[in-house]
């Protein structure tokens, strides 16, 4: 037997242990029922997947695509220029930069989230701000509605746009550039013809990574948008932390990977046909 061999092993147990197994659980048990005092019981049924087409999950599903999607559009909007401009920076800028992009991984999610509130409510920064230069005469309504919870999302959501770009940008063939300038195009031809075609691979996987990361985020909604904020991560943590639904729970988890995974089929389907085009040109 190769050495290579044994030394996927290690890393074959972690991945059955830490991965498979849970998620076989997690199937396990969306297929069983809810007891009336909330224990499983070990029952098969398919009532668990069928109740997630209530109108009432359909819309609370419907709310948390509208909001990844948005997640989405701002996270691109806001981070291809940033990539863009870090890229054309000498290195040592770059290597400033894209630290600068990554320090608030260094700090604790939650922390973060709370330091957002601390500075949108009432008597925070904003606010008091505001209100010592006399632009308003009342505090602003700042937290617990849709665009707090926008901002929060596309705070933590952001870094996972930019460095799927750069590596674009870094990765493009500025022979390409340089044909087009001396064709005659002008920048902004040259970026939308040029540039923007051959970083598609990046835009797609910062896409799929805001996107799939917002469709399961529970708790900036939950800290910034309050009650008012449904989302589905929010759905699924109610179950297991609250409702003691486990069952239904775990069906809702399952749709919401099972979502995620067509999403993860079809970026892989768009950089086959990206590849393929360029193979042909």
Same mark, same amino acid.
């Given at each position: =037997?190769?050495?290579?061999?044994?030394?996927?092993?290690?890393?074959?147990?972690?991945?059955?242990?830490?991965?498979?197994?849970?998620?076989?659980?997690?199937? &396990?048990?969306?297929? =069983?029922?809810?007891?009336?005092?909330?224990?499983?019981?070990?029952?098969?049924?398919?009532?668990?997947?069928?109740?997630?087409?209530?109108?009432?999950?359909l819309q609370i599903f419907?709310?948390?695509? #509208? =909001?990844? &999607? &948005?997640?989405?559009?701002?996270?691109?909007?806001?981070?291809?220029?940033?990539?863009?401009?870090?890229?054309?920076?000498?290195?040592?800028?770059?290597?400033?930069?894209?630290?600068? #992009? =990554?320090?608030?991984?260094?700090?604790?999610?939650?922390?973060?989230?709370?330091?957002?509130?601390?500075? *949108?409510?009432?008597?925070?920064?904003?606010?008091?701000?505001?209100?010592? $230069?006399?632009?308003? !005469?009342q505090p602003l309504n700042?937290?617990?509605?849709? +665009?707090?919870?926008?901002?929060?999302?596309?705070?933590?959501? *952001?870094?996972?746009?930019? %460095?799927?770009?750069?590596?674009? %940008?870094?990765?493009?063939?500025?022979?390409?550039?340089?044909?087009?300038?001396?064709?005659?195009?002008?920048?902004? @031809?040259?970026?939308?013809?040029?540039?923007?075609?051959?970083? $598609?691979? +990046?835009?797609?996987?910062?896409?799929?990574? #805001?996107?799939?990361?917002?469709?399961?985020? &529970? #708790?900036?909604?939950?800290?910034?948008?309050?009650?008012?904020?449904?989302?589905?991560?929010?759905?699924?943590?109610?179950?297991? $932390?609250?409702?003691?639904?486990?069952?239904?729970?775990?069906?809702?988890?399952?749709?919401?990977a099972f979502f995620s995974?067509?999403?993860?089929?079809?970026?892989?389907?768009?950089?086959?046909?990206?590849?393929?085009? !360029?193979? @042909?040109?």
């Amino acid at each position: =037997m190769s050495r290579g061999r044994w030394l996927a092993y290690p890393a074959l147990a972690w991945l059955f242990l830490f991965f498979l197994s849970p998620l076989l659980i997690v199937v &396990f048990l969306s297929f =069983m029922q809810r007891g009336t005092y909330g224990q499983v019981i070990y029952q098969f049924t398919t009532e668990n997947y069928l109740r997630f087409f209530e109108p009432l999950y359909l819309q609370i599903f419907g709310d948390t695509l #509208v =909001m990844a &999607f &948005f997640t989405t559009v701002v996270c691109f909007l806001l981070g291809y220029p940033i990539a863009y401009q870090i890229s054309k920076l000498t290195r040592s800028w770059q290597n400033l930069f894209l630290l600068l #992009v =990554m320090v608030p991984f260094w700090i604790n999610f939650l922390i973060r989230s709370y330091a957002w509130v601390i500075i *949108l409510r009432s008597q925070g920064m904003v606010n008091t701000f505001l209100l010592d $230069l006399g632009l308003i !005469e009342q505090p602003l309504n700042l937290l617990y509605n849709f +665009g707090a919870v926008s901002l929060g999302m596309v705070y933590a959501h *952001l870094p996972f746009m930019i %460095l799927p770009i750069y590596v674009s %940008l870094e990765q493009l063939d500025r022979r390409l550039l340089e044909a087009a300038y001396d064709l005659g195009a002008t920048p902004i @031809k040259t970026f939308f013809y040029v540039t923007l075609p051959q970083t $598609l691979p +990046g835009i797609i996987a910062g896409s799929i990574l #805001v996107f799939v990361s917002s469709l399961g985020m &529970f #708790v900036i909604p939950d800290i910034m948008g309050g009650a008012k904020s449904a989302l589905i991560g929010n759905l699924i943590q109610n179950q297991f $932390l609250s409702a003691r639904d486990w069952p239904f729970g775990s069906a809702l988890s399952m749709m919401l990977a099972f979502f995620s995974l067509i999403l993860i089929y079809l970026y892989y389907r768009a950089l086959q046909a990206q590849q393929g085009k !360029e193979e @042909k040109g």
